[in-house]
């Protein structure tokens, strides 16, 4: 379950579970934090100096232009022949993974033998963490005007598609005109790999980054989206072999090429 605690600023944020015991600083007031192993609302967290020490990363909240993730970019799978069983919407809320390009979210659904890919808002740097997260759209910080109004947009996105059920979904990507489905019929190969450093923005960014998956849909155009997390990237690398074959999607160690 996600982590709720604050800072003795008055900001609360979610992080997932995992992250009991590691380092984030906090945007609003730049003190760095460490996340309590469970919640701790209206509580204050102590600085990283006045607690114990413990292993840990930095959670991408202080930095408004690239939060790091904490994932290295291997997302090689060790079993490319193994075709991966997702769970179907009786079983609770639908599976999903998040990736994006420069503007916009996304979040891709696993549908049998296709792949929803569903718009899910504007994308901006400085809200990356919380998208990774999954959790605390809707109580995400903002430094700018123009990151409220995208963290609005995605937080009333979200709220949307949780309501919908994966038939529903289907629909919505039909419907949507920034939305697909990925099917054998429309999308003969896709790459997944780490990201590929294009220059100095790029390399500023890439911390941000767990990989990069690029592939060719036949009724919307190549697709470049970079995935935020590496359980993004070993699940679209699983989603994508289910939907095109083992043999049609490249898993590599390498950079991906794609366009931008």
Known sequence: MPITFGCKCGQQ??????????????????????????SAIGEL???????EEEPGTTYGLADNRHPTVDDEPDIVDENPDVVEEFADDDA????????????????????????LVLHAGPFRWSLAG????????????????????????????????????????????????????VTA???????????????PADRKKEPAIAGRVTFRHASTGTWDLV?????????AARAFRRVLGPENVDVASGPVDGRG
Do not use: Q, W
């Open 92 to 115: 609770g809320d639908p599976e999903y993974f998040v990736a994006a390009n420069p503007a916009k979210a996304y979040r891709l659904y696993p549908y049998g033998d296709e792949l």
């Open 185 to 199: 019929d429309n999308t003969s190969m896709a790459r997944i790999g780490p990201p590929a450093a294009r220059g």
């Open 227 to 235: 995935l935020l997390t590496k359980a993004d990237a070993r699940m």
């Open 13 to 38: 944020y979610n992080v997932p579970d995992t992250f009991a015991g590691r380092e984030l600083r906090c945007p609003a007031c730049e003190a760095v934090l460490v996340v309590p192993a469970t």
């Open 45 to 51: 967290v102590p600085d990283a100096d006045e607690a």
């Open 130 to 181: 919380v998208l990774a997260s999954r959790s605390g759209l809707g109580k995400a910080s903002a430094r700018t005007a123009a990151d409220e109004s995208a963290r609005e947009a995605l937080a009333r996105r979200a709220a949307a598609l949780d309501r919908l059920t994966l038939d529903e979904l289907r629909a919505e990507a039909d419907a949507h005109p920034e939305s697909c489905r």
